[in-house]
């Protein structure tokens, strides 16, 4: 449990370092600054609009996950609906819940907070050959969520007859994760929606290849892979697991520049 609370304590820091450059920005835009040069003004366009394109050349975010002893530390730290609220700053639509041991008016908040912030709460079944879960398991789970997803580990220790059993009864969407070398164990049109795990910096290149072949979405590690994320362009990503700090490397120093510039030139022209 500490481990997940420092880590919330270092994405609470992070975010705050990075609110407040945006507050910086906005104080840097408003009436007080309007008696710009037009020379500085063209600077200022210039470099606002490489920075917003930085931030949208990085992948489209789709989804990211809250493993259960995050949800419990942002229950007990009454913090749900400010972390969705964050989650879906960064134009996430999918919030993957673990909801392993956790009671269900615990789930039914969870869950409502994200329906609250446009998000929609996915139940992650985890491991579910550790708890012998049958279909009937895996639905019964997933009951206080929009939809449910099985991960590599279920595609690792379950039939093809039990995910069709699973397609056959469950009735709300399907979200299907996996390992690169698992493309030939999913079906196509089973799944609502597919996307391939690329955590290793080796053979990332090849792992996004194959998400495109796919159709899927790709899945990069918070600890990893997610700084590479430049290199997705247009291509939709889920990232695990959340927090993490979103800005790109590339963007990151280049926000720090436009920040010091126009600190600066607004010193010198006031």
């Not at 908040?109 to 879960?133: C, D, G, H, I, N």
């Not at 436009?258 to 607004?266: A, R, S, Y």
Request: hydrophobic share 35%; glycine share 6%; aromatic share 12%.
């Amino acid at each position: 449990m500490e481990k997940w609370a420092d880590r919330e304590l270092q994405y609470v820091e992070r975010s705050g370092k990075i609110r407040g450059k945006m507050r910086t920005m906005d104080r840097l835009m408003t009436w007080k600054y309007r008696r710009l040069s037009q020379k500085t003004a063209i600077w200022v366009a210039t470099l606002w609009g490489c920075l917003c394109l930085g931030l949208a050349v990085a992948g489209v975010p789709n989804g990211t996950w809250l493993s259960q002893p995050q949800i419990r530390f942002h229950s007990s730290t009454n913090t749900l609906g400010q972390v969705m609220k964050d989650i879906q700053s960064q134009n996430y639509k999918v919030v993957f819940l673990d909801f392993r041991g956790v009671s269900d008016e615990l789930q039914k908040r969870v869950t409502r907070e994200a329906r609250e912030y446009k998000l929609m709460p996915v139940v992650w079944v985890q491991s579910p050959q550790y708890r012998s879960l049958t279909v009937a398991g895996l639905i019964h789970e997933a009951r206080h969520g929009d939809g449910i997803q099985v991960d590599d580990h279920f595609f690792a220790h379950y039939s093809e007859r039990e995910f069709q059993s699973l397609d056959f009864q469950y009735q709300k969407p399907i979200f299907c994760s996996i390992q690169p070398f698992q493309a030939d164990l999913v079906k196509r049109g089973r799944c609502n929606q597919l996307d391939v795990q690329c955590y290793a910096t080796e053979n990332f290149g090849n792992c996004i290849a194959l998400a495109q072949r796919l159709g899927a979405v790709v899945s990069l590690s918070e600890q990893d892979t997610f700084r590479y994320r430049e290199q997705l362009g247009a291509r939709p990503f889920n990232v695990f697991l959340w927090p993490y700090n979103y800005l790109p490397p590339t963007t990151q120093n280049l926000f720090h520049g436009v920040i010091t510039f126009l600190g600066d030139i607004m010193g010198r022209e006031r």
